[in-house]
């Protein structure tokens, strides 16, 4: 995530200057201007992938919750039906989809909301979600089934662990790998902040002060060594839209985070800017030395940021770029992209095996070392997933956490010093009931705050319910969103105009 310095909005100063206006005027025209700049962004040209034409039947499609055939692939007239009405864009045509048992689409209505801040869903645009027959597609495959195989390995043994050197020696075999080199920086964002110290943030393990409370991050988590939906029988009633799965099972006792499996399921059940309040609220304890160089509180003696500048003002920020980030990521799932989750690509891999049918899949996945060691403990080339109902009912691309991450973590960046050290940075012991310090390692807030949106992002990935490339996206369609909504919010601070 890139610094920007979003307080340099030359058009502050007119709104603020102590014309004889009176303050419906000057109202008037702060409304105007932020009508202007709407308008003077045309709606964006948006370009899917062709999978949706390219495929027969539909099978390089999202398509959960619709019924499908016994060879795993949508049944084709149902998915026209499904296109229609979601083109239509109507609460009425969407209730005509006959949808395959009682689970329910993921409000594809949120795709055409609009907002009274930034630029609209329309106005933003991502590059085509990596093909189904694409090298780019693959990679992201190789990527899941290995981060699969190692949810239980803990962060701390990844550079010695064996499971992890052959998953790096086979990603490097990807021609079309997008993450870091995965001989150093295996599963990690691809940020200067996700290269120093811990896999695991700061911010989802320091406590987080909560009123007059402390709050440990100590999170429930699942038991190791149990995933779902590995095979057909237990795949294809839920693809089709059933919700009768198998219970989640916990952990006796709640932890710091310390694996795959571990984020996995804080990203489950988190609520949508969850880690980001959490962040935010770190970083207000922290005071002074956390600021903004900006924020025109820092050297003053008569008053302080609250309204504006100070608590309030933050955690509004948090939240209101995290929902406009949410329906700008809706617009390009259900309206332009439809791409298909990971397990369903994995399931036309096994339909390959299991039926003979063509895959259109890219040779690098089919020559994946990965396949054997899944089959071995699978009985499948399923992607087996964290969560009892795998993926949810809205297509992957782009990633929602990551688009909410991006937008949340420009704000914080905006708010706070990304070039500030973390105070007393910390990592919790092997079995994760205690924080001790971490030693010999420098960490900024900016650095902490880019791992925060790639442990978010990436969380997912390691549920199995995205692919690197969403989460990619997601991120930088996050930070525009951000970025246009603190252009509308900045310029109605007087303490932003003052200074210019």
């Given at each position: 995530m890139r610094r920007r310095n979003l307080f340099s909005i030359p058009f502050l100063s007119s709104l603020h200057a102590g014309t004889p206006t009176s303050r419906m005027e000057r109202l008037a025209a702060f409304r105007n201007q932020s009508l202007t700049r709407l308008l003077a962004t045309d709606e964006a040209l948006q370009f899917p992938n062709g999978d949706e034409i390219a495929f027969p039947n539909f099978m390089g499609c999202y398509s959960k919750g619709l019924p499908h055939l016994p060879n795993a692939n949508p049944d084709p007239v149902v998915y026209s039906n499904y296109r229609d009405a979601l083109e239509q864009g109507t609460l009425g045509a969407i209730e005509t989809v006959p949808l395959g048992g009682s689970a329910r689409l993921a409000c594809p209505l949120g795709a055409h909301s609009f907002d009274l801040t930034g630029l609209d869903s329309c106005q933003f645009s991502l590059p085509p979600a990596p093909s189904l027959a694409s090298a780019a597609h693959a990679a992201d495959l190789v990527e899941l089934y290995w981060r699969c195989l190692a949810r239980d390995v803990p962060f701390s043994d990844y550079d010695t662990h064996p499971l992890l050197a052959a998953a790096a020696q086979s990603l490097s075999r990807c021609s079309a790998y997008s993450g870091p080199p995965p001989f150093t920086h295996l599963f990690r964002g691809s940020t200067p902040g996700d290269q120093v110290g811990p896999f695991v943030s700061q911010f989802l393990w320091q406590s987080i002060p909560f009123g007059s409370s402390l709050l440990p991050q100590r999170w429930r988590t699942f038991i190791p060594a149990r995933d779902h939906l590995s095979t057909l029988a237990e795949w294809l009633p839920v693809a089709s839209g059933s919700t009768q799965v198998a219970p989640a099972e916990w952990r006796s006792q709640p932890r710091y985070i310390l694996t795959q499996r571990d984020l996995a399921v804080y990203v489950w059940k988190d609520f949508s800017f969850q880690a980001f309040l959490n962040a935010a609220l770190i970083l207000l304890d922290w005071g002074g030395a956390a600021m903004s160089p900006q924020n025109p509180y820092r050297l003053t003696k008569a008053q302080g940021g609250f309204v504006n500048f100070g608590g309030p003002m933050v955690l509004d920020?948090?939240?209101?770029?995290?929902?406009?980030?949410?329906?700008?990521?809706?617009?390009?799932?259900?309206?332009?992209?439809?791409?298909?989750?990971?397990?369903?690509?994995?399931?036309?891999?096994?339909?390959?095996?299991?039926?003979?049918?063509?895959?259109?899949?890219?040779?690098?996945?089919?020559?994946?070392d990965v396949l054997p060691s899944i089959e071995a403990n699978y009985g499948s080339r399923l992607l087996p997933q964290v969560y009892p109902e795998g993926c949810p009912l809205h297509p992957s691309y782009p990633a929602g956490h990551a688009t909410i991450a991006g937008a949340c973590i420009t704000v914080l960046k905006v708010l706070f010093n990304p070039d500030a050290t973390i105070p007393r940075p910390l990592e919790p012991t092997p079995d994760g009931q205690q924080l001790v310090p971490l030693t010999h390692t420098t960490l900024t807030i900016g650095g902490e705050l880019d791992k925060l949106a790639s442990n978010i992002t990436f969380g997912r990935d390691s549920a199995g319910v995205h692919y690197r490339s969403d989460g990619a996206a997601g991120l930088r369609l996050g930070e525009q969103v951000a970025r246009a909504m603190l252009a509308d919010l900045l310029p109605g601070l007087p303490e932003v105009a003052a200074g210019r």
């Open positions: 920020f948090v939240a209101r770029v995290a929902n406009a980030a949410l329906r700008a990521s809706w617009f390009q799932k259900w309206q332009v992209h439809r791409r298909l989750r990971p397990e369903e690509t994995a399931a036309r891999l096994d339909a390959a095996t299991r039926f003979g049918q063509p895959t259109f899949l890219h040779s690098d996945l089919h020559a994946a």
